[in-house]
C-alpha cells in the first residue's frame, strides 16, 4: 500500500498513469479512515495530551475506537435529524472527541468547524451561513474558555448544542459502534463547509466535496515520506484546513499516530518548553509547523534526543529561507515548505522530503492537478495567458481538489473561473515545476507606477541575526501612493534601534525603491488562531502612525489621535481632536490629508 516517495516532477508525472480510482484505497476521508482501521485496528491513531505535564500520561485511540466513535457521532447526530444537507457545527479545539464530530458530522450530513476565537456576533452569521442544525461545542472548562463565548452565540442564533469535553461526548455512548444507516457517500457530495476570509467582515465558507480532501489528503504521504509508523506533533485547530487535512486527515489515512498537545494545542506555553521532552517521551517522527511555530521553536533549546524526528513540514505563510536554514542548523531536523489554501482542502503543493530543501519553493503540485503563474493585470488574473518559467504571477490551479465554490455563489466570482481557482499568490514555477509563492497579489506594494513584493523585503529583514518576525506594508503617501514600512519583533535578548537596523538591512533589500520607509520594532506580531502574521493590523496601524504624523503638523499644538478600523471592505480612520469644532481648523485638517487616500471621520471633542 504505501508508494515510493516522491523525488520531482518525473514521479508525479508517472504516478499520473494510473487513474485516481485506483491510486486511492477511497475517495471520500470516512472510507479512508475506514481502510486504515481494517489494516491497523489496534495501532494509535491520538495520542492526547491532558496537560504539559511529562509525567502525565497521555490519553491513546486506537484505530478500532477511532472508526467506532465516528459510527456513534453520526448515529447520533442522524437520530437529532441532520441530514445529508445539513451542518453540524463544531466549536470545539483538536481532542479525539472533536475528531469523532468532525468525521462523523461529515459522515451524517456536513461539517461545520468554527474558529471559537471569533467574535459570538460572527460565529452566528457563520451558523446561519451553513444552515447548521446542530452545534457540538467544549463545555465549561478551566484551560479554555469556550462555553461563555457558546452562550453569547446562542443569545443571537438559538441552536440544539452537544457539550463535549476531553474523555465526555454527550449522548454518545449510548449509540451502535458500527452505523445504523446507509450514508450513500460519494466522492461529488458535499462533505464540509470551512471558514475563511480573515476575522473580520461578513461570513465566508468554502464548501469541500469529500473527493476534495480525500484528494489532499491520500496523496500528502508521497511527499512527506510516512506511513503507518509515523508520529506527529499536530497542535493546529480543527476549524483549519491544516489541522483538519494537511497534517491530519492526511495521517488518518494511512495508518500513522497524531500527538495532540492539550486543549490549547501550540498556544500552551508551558508544553511549547518542553516541546522536544515530549518529542522524545512519544517517539515522534514529524513535526506540523507553520513558520511562526519554526521561529518558536529555533529558540527552545534541544534538551532531549530528537534523532528520530525525520522532516518538520511548514506552511500557512511564505516560508523565510534564513528562518528555515536556522531551524535546520539548531536542531538538526530538515524543512520543507507548503503551499495550501481553504479552497483546495488545504494544499496546492508540497516539498518533498526525499529531495533537497529548494530555496523559496512551496514544493510540487499533487497528482492530477495543474498550477500555472498567470499575468496579473487591472486587478485580475490573465487565465489566458501563461508566465514563462521563472516569470512572476498570480498562481492559479484546478483539479479534483478544488472546492466547488462558496456557500453564497455570489462570492464565486473573484475566485473560482472555469474551472480554475485564482489563489491570488505571487509568484513564480520554475523549470523543475517548483513553485514559489513571495507575496500576495492583494499585499503588492504600489509606490507610483513601481510595484514592490513585499516578500522580498522581508527576506532581507529576517536575515538579520537580531530580527525574530518582519511584516512589511503599506503605508498611504501624498506622493507615491504607498510607501513601504516594516514592522519587526526581536530575538529573545536582542536589542536594536529601529533606525540602525532600517541602515544595515536597506543595502540588502532586492531594489531601491522597495527599501522601507522606516521600521517599528514591536513586542509581538499580531497573529492569527493558527500563527499566521495577521498582516491587516499591521496596515491598520501604519495608517495611524502615518495619519498621525501628517496631522501633528497641521494642527499647530492642538492635540489629535487617530484609530483606524475595518468597516465592511473599507478603512476609516476616525481622528479625534481635543478642540471644539471650527470650520477652518477642521479644514485645515481635512486640506493636510486630500491626497492621502484614506476615509476619514473627524470628531471633535474639546
Not at 467574535?119 to 479554555?144: F, M, R, S, T
Not at 443569545?155 to 446507509?182: N, R, T
Not at 500557512?316 to 539548531?330: V, Y
Not at 489566458?384 to 472546492?403: D, K, M, Q, Y
Amino acid at each position: 500500500m504505501n508508494a515510493q516517495a516522491f523525488r520531482g516532477l518525473a514521479d508525479i508525472e508517472e504516478a499520473e498513469r494510473q487513474p485516481c480510482a485506483q491510486a486511492m484505497p477511497a475517495q471520500t476521508p470516512y472510507g479512508l479512515i475506514a481502510a486504515a482501521a481494517r489494516r491497523f485496528p489496534q495501532r494509535t491513531a491520538f495520542s492526547y495530551l491532558p496537560d504539559a505535564a511529562l509525567q502525565t500520561p497521555p490519553s491513546r485511540v486506537s484505530y478500532a475506537a477511532l472508526l467506532e466513535n465516528i459510527h456513534r457521532a453520526a448515529n447520533l447526530f442522524r437520530s437529532l435529524g441532520v441530514g445529508p444537507d445539513d451542518a453540524v457545527a463544531i466549536l470545539a479545539p483538536n481532542i479525539p472527541e472533536t475528531q469523532y464530530a468532525l468525521w462523523g458530522a461529515q459522515v451524517a450530513g456536513r461539517a461545520c468547524p468554527i474558529n471559537y476565537l471569533l467574535q459570538p456576533d460572527h460565529i452566528a452569521a457563520l451558523l446561519k451561513a451553513a444552515g447548521a442544525k446542530l452545534l457540538v461545542a467544549l463545555g465549561p472548562n478551566a484551560e479554555l474558555e469556550v462555553w461563555a463565548t457558546v452562550e453569547k452565540v446562542l443569545a443571537l442564533h438559538p441552536i440544539p448544542v452537544l457539550k463535549i469535553g476531553p474523555g465526555s461526548f454527550g449522548q454518545l455512548d449510548p449509540q451502535p459502534a458500527q452505523l445504523a444507516f446507509d450514508p450513500q457517500l460519494t466522492p461529488g457530495r458535499i462533505a464540509a463547509c470551512f471558514h475563511t476570509g480573515g476575522t473580520t467582515g461578513a461570513p465566508k465558507l468554502a464548501l469541500h466535496t469529500h473527493g476534495n480532501e480525500a484528494h489532499t489528503a491520500w496523496f500528502a504521504h508521497r511527499y512527506y515520506g510516512f506511513d503507518e509508523n509515523t508520529v506527529e506533533i499536530n497542535g493546529f485547530p480543527l476549524f483549519h484546513v491544516a489541522g483538519a487535512f494537511v497534517y491530519g486527515l492526511a495521517v488518518l489515512a494511512i495508518g500513522g499516530c497524531q500527538v495532540l498537545p492539550t486543549l490549547s494545542g501550540m498556544r500552551n506555553a508551558a508544553f511549547v518548553r518542553s516541546y522536544w521532552k515530549f518529542c522524545e517521551r512519544e517517539n515522534v517522527t514529524a513535526l506540523a509547523c507553520v513558520p511562526t511555530i519554526l521561529a518558536t521553536l529555533a529558540a527552545v533549546p534541544v534538551d532531549a534526543d530528537i534523532s528520530r524526528i525525520r522532516v518538520a513540514y511548514t506552511g500557512g505563510s511564505p516560508l523565510p529561507s534564513e528562518l528555515a536554514a536556522q531551524f535546520e542548523r539548531k536542531t538538526g531536523v530538515p524543512v520543507r515548505n507548503i503551499l495550501g489554501m481553504t479552497e483546495c482542502a488545504g494544499l496546492v503543493s508540497i516539498e518533498p522530503a526525499a529531495s533537497p530543501r529548494v530555496p523559496g519553493s512551496a514544493g510540487l503540485r499533487l497528482p492530477h492537478t495543474e498550477v500555472r503563474a498567470v499575468p496579473w493585470r487591472d486587478g485580475a488574473a490573465q487565465l489566458n495567458e501563461r508566465c514563462a518559467a521563472g516569470e512572476t504571477g498570480v498562481i492559479v490551479l484546478r483539479g479534483p481538489h478544488v472546492s466547488p465554490g462558496y456557500t453564497d455563489p455570489a462570492r464565486n466570482a473573484d475566485m473560482f473561473h472555469t474551472g480554475w481557482l485564482v489563489s491570488g499568490d505571487l509568484g513564480h514555477i520554475d523549470a523543475q515545476g517548483c513553485i514559489h509563492v513571495t507575496g500576495r497579489a492583494k499585499d503588492v506594494i504600489i509606490r507610483g507606477s513601481h510595484n514592490i513584493d513585499p516578500g522580498l523585503v522581508e527576506e532581507a529583514f529576517l536575515a538579520h541575526p537580531a530580527v525574530a518576525l518582519c511584516a512589511v506594508v503599506g503605508e498611504p503617501d501624498a506622493y507615491a501612493g504607498e510607501l513601504p514600512v516594516a514592522f519587526v519583533t526581536l530575538k529573545p535578548g536582542m536589542q536594536c534601534e529601529p533606525q540602525a537596523l532600517l541602515a544595515e538591512v536597506a543595502p540588502r533589500v532586492y531594489e531601491r525603491p522597495a527599501a522601507p520607509k522606516r521600521v517599528t520594532i514591536i513586542d509581538a506580531m499580531p497573529m492569527t488562531a493558527i500563527g499566521k502574521i495577521y498582516k491587516p493590523a499591521l496596515r491598520l496601524r501604519a495608517i495611524e502612525v502615518k495619519l498621525q504624523e501628517v496631522l501633528g503638523e497641521a494642527a499647530s499644538g492642538i492635540a489629535v489621535s487617530v484609530k483606524a478600523q475595518e468597516r465592511e471592505s473599507s478603512v476609516v480612520a476616525v481622528v479625534q481632536v481635543g478642540a471644539p469644532h471650527a470650520a477652518a481648523l477642521e479644514g485645515r485638517l481635512r486640506g493636510s490629508l486630500a491626497a492621502i487616500a484614506v476615509t476619514t471621520e473627524f470628531a471633535f471633542t474639546g
